[in-house]
Every structure is written in C-alpha cells, then in structure tokens.
C-alpha cells in the first residue's frame, strides 16, 4: 500500500509539474509582454514604495498617486527626511494612510541608513523593513534583481486554486507561494506572476469568471470537473 501511495503521489507531482510548464507557456502565448502594472519607472526604492501602497488599492490608483508623492519626495533620501504629515496627506486616496505613510518613511530611513540607499537583494533584510512582506520581497527580488519568486497576491491565490495546484479557495500567501515555486520554474516566476494577474482580471475573475471562453481551460481542473459531470 505504501508502495502505491508514493507511486500515486509522484504520478501526481508529475502531472503538477507539467501543468506548470504548459501554463507558464500558455500565459507567454496569452501576454507576450511581462509587465509590472506599477509605473515604477526602473528604480528598485519607487518599486518598494509602491507596492506598499498598493495593499487594499488598485495599482492604477497608486500609479496617480505616486506622481505626486515622487514629485515631492523623488528618492529614499528624500523620503526619509520628509515631514510624515505631508506624506500622509499624499498617500491618503490609498487607503490605511497613516500606516502606510509611517512605514514607507522608516523603510526608506533604514535603507538610507544601513544600505547606503540601495534597496537590498536578501530576503531576510528585505523582509527586516517596515511594511514588507513576502509578497513584496519577492516583487523587488524578481523585478529588480532576477532572482524569482511567487508573488501571492489574491489573483495568483484564486487561479491557481481553481486550475488544481491545490484546494481551491485556499487564502494562504505562504502556502501558494510554497506550492508554485515547485512548479514554476525560478527563471519564468517573476513573468509569470505579472501574466497571472492580467489573466485574473481580463478572465479568471473571482466574480464571474469566463470560463466558456478561457484559453486556459483544458488546464483547468474545475473546467474539467463540469465539462465531465
């Protein structure tokens, strides 16, 4: 019996780890163009900064709002000297405003400080600066450095659920993040957590998704599931 339970999960790691290749392909095929949505214009602090920002906010409002707030504070020395009143007020159409104007300040303040102004390339101090966590670590070590990572966020969570990599309806960042990053190779993991996105908003949506015309379906096991009731 025990046998056959691990036959059965290699089979099964197998058939993930190919569904993860023909994905990874079928979203190239979909978005030629790998492209962050945050209009963070090649600078690794403004990418940090406004990932911060987007958290419960729409990429497209923090692109309006950063025009304003890089205009007045246009590098992590700036904004580490800046008057948090002022940043307040900038970043308050973002949402959770006083949180997120204190953490960008003390982040910026550190890198200043302990990193001579340059966003670090380690986890572990990535994840030492305030308001980061591994979702935006992995944003900055995939965007700026080349290193990958599985960028959870709630459309990569939601599509790779209902494509069948795990349980779908699963909210777990962590949890995702250590699934994909089995089956997505390292190299591809940055392109193809900003593809995920774009599919989760033009077709996987979380209401209504279209499934009857996803060019995703025949990897998709809650398509196959209807398709053979």
């Known amino acids: 019996m025990k046998k056959t339970d691990n036959r059965k999960n290699k089979?099964?790691?197998?058939?993930?780890?190919?569904?993860?290749?023909?994905?990874?392909?079928?979203?190239?095929?979909?978005?030629?163009?790998?492209?962050?949505?945050?209009?963070?214009?090649?600078?690794?602090?403004?990418?940090?900064?406004?990932?911060?920002?987007?958290?419960?906010?729409?990429?497209?409002?923090?692109?309006?709002?950063?025009?304003?707030?890089?205009?007045?504070?246009?590098?992590?020395?700036?904004?580490?000297?800046?008057?948090?009143?002022?940043?307040e007020e900038i970043v308050k159409p973002c949402?959770?405003?006083?949180?997120?104007?204190?953490?960008?300040?003390?982040?910026s303040e550190i890198i200043v400080r302990d990193y001579g102004g340059v966003i670090p390339d380690d986890m572990d101090a990535?994840?030492?600066?305030?308001?980061?966590?591994?979702?935006?670590a992995n944003l900055v070590l995939g965007d700026v450095y080349g290193k990958g990572g599985i960028v959870a966020d709630?459309?990569?969570?939601?599509?790779?659920?209902?494509?069948?990599?795990?349980?779908?309806?699963?909210?777990?960042?962590?949890?995702t993040e250590r699934v994909m990053e089995q089956y997505i190779e390292r190299a591809e993991q940055s392109g193809f957590c900003h593809r995920i996105v774009n599919f989760g908003r033009d077709v996987c949506r979380a209401a209504n998704p279209s499934c009857g015309d996803c060019p995703a379906r025949d990897l998709c096991d809650r398509a196959n599931k209807t398709d053979n009731k």
């Open 11 to 87: 089979k099964e790691e197998l058939r993930l780890a190919e569904k993860g290749r023909l994905l990874t392909e079928r979203m190239k095929e979909i978005y030629p163009e790998s492209v962050c949505a945050l209009e963070y214009e090649s600078d690794p602090w403004r990418l940090l900064v406004m990932a911060r920002l987007s958290a419960q906010c729409t990429d497209a409002r923090v692109n309006i709002v950063c025009r304003e707030l890089f205009a007045k504070f246009p590098d992590a020395e700036a904004m580490a000297a800046g008057d948090i009143a002022e940043i």
């Open 95 to 107: 949402g959770l405003f006083r949180g997120k104007a204190a953490s960008i300040k003390a982040a």
């Open 126 to 136: 990535l994840l030492s600066l305030p308001g980061v966590g591994r979702k935006i």
């Open 154 to 175: 709630t459309h990569c969570m939601r599509i790779c659920g209902r494509l069948g990599f795990y349980e779908e309806g699963k909210k777990d960042p962590l949890f």
